[in-house]
């Protein structure tokens, strides 16, 4: 009795084990998921079956409804191809992407950023296509756009649009404060110009603000957007300088901190700004506390337009306590007599392999899927719905067929501001891209998080910038002027 | 119950210590509970965008609308949380099963190893997860090649260090006279478990139910990662779905993370008469 | 293998044949622990010495040891985590007894009634919540704390971005939100001691506090010590009320060492590091769990 029922106890427990085990090591022998399945079908005849594998975040509004319409569209064009679209939110899908790509197994397309790419350059996961696109695929693109997604030498995916990240105010409220928005739009402002702006814009009643000048969100990572977009139009466009010397340690930089430190002290923006983030600010914004706003981008004045479509409505809908908005585009001031130079930001569908080396074919196969969804009629939906200038060809074509709601204004400055971005940067070798990162994440951001709190000063701030610059990249390669 | 002198003999005093408690407690309870309260009646109001967050401590008004408009959202919504009630019950009948036994053998019975193996078990418990998710991740997606099933979901908490700890601790409490006494009965140690043991922890195991069922219930990451397509999802990393590139739908998301924290509150209540009675050595020999 | 264990203890003395059975019973444990948490460790080890990249990783040594050591940020996020466990667990660990102990003397039904209320945030999501905790520290006059304090005159704060006030937002957060657990399995611990205890105290004369101290609190002893460690190792891993609500900011005031080995793994990508720093924190754990076990756990009875 004692005996049987310990061998049956035995028995039932590793029976469990084992069929856990049984269950997992089932598929031992089967190739890795993802990328794999495209290495072994591309070897046979040219119209071998293939899958190209996307991790795809919610690009515009209505961009993940589209997926099953998307993929049934390649398919159509590719009947030998399927297209595998995985759904990730933003914040997510960096992490999920980074656990795949260390683990050896990334999708085959991934959207991002241009500047990430640099980031996976190093360990060598993301694909080079440059071999296997046609001419006719490069024709279709603009120069300026692509050229982002390249890194040296190689070409690492289609760029899906480019818009400009720069600031953004309430035509009423500007009208009210004596500012010539129309002027402003084509022929930029100085800092002190702006200073003077903004102190305008205040509105108090007693001791207590009812409306800021300026608003940017700089809390958490989006401070790491308020000094980016700033510093471009301090004399400094990249973190290195055509010597690939570190940037931010010119005097310039120290300059920029004051008048950051400044427009908190003359009351114009929150002292609260260190913890205001996007949400927050475009509530303020809606809702008339602010003036003029950050970061902003040409599609809010679609968002003002809808918010202001439910107040007429009268349905409840709306914002709450929100006013009628009227966005417009604004450019960033320019800051120690520099030139003013727009924080243009290309996205993209990156490519990337897996562990094993992939197959021509394949390779050529994901250059035609990242291809589709960077042109034609994929693309001239993203773009109409983010309010950006399309940047293919065929999607400018397609997009003939879609009503833009953008205000002609707001297009014009969007394009004079483009005209002045800053070009690409290939040449920045991946390693410096990634110190200056890491230099970013772990001084100046946290730094900054201090200085907006009034925690340290403009010049303690720049000091500790410099010496760990300093520390990172020695004497010889930082600027000092 | 044996601790608080039952009889004071005057129940004016009884009560007015019980009320003093009960203040007490329901001060503790205000602050514990506003969030949750607040996530709530957010939860009520209409499906807007971003911003329109209100701070009144009041319910504005009482719309089932963010709900329609959470279960509208996606084809998905009652699939997550269908993936998710499978999940999390299976991990957790595994766990209590499986936990209780373990915790057994390394609380009551003597065998070459044992110190050395709890060590063990414990050690890897202390090890952040940050950095094991990426050889897991190898594991069950590149070598196993289980991603986007069940298995993966649920294959790597059958059972858990914690429980087993948990459950270890409690048994030490049991005293040794009840067990051996069985022994010399002749029962053996499979009896021991299940016709002692186990009676005597229904306690421990209703408590690690609910604590497995909702640490699964509640985890994101991990489903995330092993999960491609939107049918095989939890509710959790549904609920992240919710978010969008610079607008978020709150009230719907609030409505979501409400419906989302059901199921276990309905477990809580299935399982709390094993909290409340406890069960008493005595009562098992009488 | 429990088979033949069995069959060698079985020769020996009926009562101590029982090895076997142990095995079998710890055995799917066993399995399952090798496999998705042995391996994984094991992994770790091994790139910890590595410069680790997916198409192959290159052996270095010692010199990512060295790199945490060096690294003052390491042994700053290393100060503010033992800061917040010193905060965080010592106060979970006196509120859930100190709740647990008064719900005793209560009607079954308010039992019931509290313990659901403190369980309850415990049950909904964490990211829904670290939401609503946004909310409440809101920095503007109109936030929901300081709305509160502004009614007892207290000038509005910057709560999460001032390095003044960002460690004890999150410290408030943990004390107001994660005792649910703690409650239910000390109330469940309570409710496994003996009544003859109590009764023969009673026949004693025994006042509450002598209750509390000869029978509660050494019964208890497992428990605490149980609760102690877990809570010591999960604070000393806390990655996720950081990651959602300072992002360890402003000025590292709040980067604890979880996030700062997420950072090192996903945002440099320094996964031979990330491992590194994570052993070393495991390192740590262990050493305290250990001091734990040595001082509470000695006479708690095996």
Redesign the interface.
Known sequence: MTKRSRLTASVLALTVAAGVLGACGSNNGNEPAGNAAGNTGGEGAAAAKDTITALLPPVSANFQANFKQMETEFNKQYPNLTLKIEPASWEDMTQKLDTQVNAGSPPDIAFMGSEGIAKYVPMGMVMDIKDVVTPEMIADFDEGPLKYMYNGEGLFGFPAYMEVHAIGGNKPFLEEAGIDWKKIQQSGWTFDEFREAIKKGVVKEGDTTKRYGFVFATAGVTSKDYLGILVKNAGMPAAFDKDLKYAYTSKNYLTLLTNIRQMIDDGSMPKELSSIDAGKRWNMFLTGQTMITGKGMAVFENSSRLNNEKLDANDGSAVKDSIKTDYVVLPVPSFAGQPAVANAIVDGYVTFRGKKEPTAEHKANVAKAAYFLASGQVAATTNSELFSAPITKSSREAMKSIESKQSDYNKAAVEHLLSTAAPARPDIPAELAAKAIKLETEVIVPKLQSLLAGETTPEKMYEDVKKAAIDTFGADGVVQD | MGLYNNHLGNSLLKSARNAVIIILLLLFALATLFPIYFMIISSFGDPIEAGAVSYSIWPEKFSLESYKFFFNYSEYSYRWLANSLLVATVTMVSNVVFATMAGYAFAKISFRGSKVLFAILLGAMMIPYQVTQVPLYILIVNVFDISNTYRALIAPSLVTVYNIFLAKQFMSSIPKEILESAKVEGCSQFQILTRIVMPLSKTVMAVMAILTFMESWNTFFWPFLVTNTMDMQTIQVGLKNFRFANTTYFAPMMAGATVSALPMFILFFSLQKYFLEGVTVGAVKG | M??EA?TIK?RNR??RG????????????????A???????I??FI?SFQN????GSTYVGFENYENVFKSA?FWKAMGNTVIYTLLTVPVALL?SFG?A??????R?W???S????????????????S??????????????LN?LLGAFGIP?Q???????TSMFSLVLMSW??S?G?SI??Y?????????????A??IDGAS?LQ??WH??IP?LK??T??LL??GV?GSF?V?QNAYLM???????STTM??LL???T?????E?GD??AQ??V??LV??IM?FVQFKFLGKD???
């Open positions: 429990a088979r069995s079985t009926l009562n029982d090895g076997g059975w142990a095995y079998a019973f710890i055995a799917v444990a066993l399995v399952v622990y496999m998705f948490t042995a391996y994984p460790v992994s770790a790139i680790y990249q997916p198409l940020l509120l709740v102990i008064l719900i005793m003397p209560l079954k308010m039992q019931t509290f313990k659901a209320i403190y369980y309850l945030p415990a049950v909904a999501s964490g990211v829904a919540l939401v609503v905790w946004l909310w409440i520290f809101d920095p503007m006059q109109g936030g929901i709305q509005s910057n709560w999460l971005g001032s390095s003044s107001l939100s005792h657990t239910i399995i109330v469940a611990a309570l409710l496994g001691i003996d009544n003859s205890y109590y009764e105290a009673d509450f209750k509390m029978i509660v019964c497992p428990t010590l149980f460690v877990t190792i891993q990655f300072t992002g360890g900011g402003p000025d590292h060492v979880g080995i997420f950072d793994a996903f945002k440099y990508f996964f990330a491992a994570s052993l924190l495991a754990i262990a769990a708690v009875e095996y």
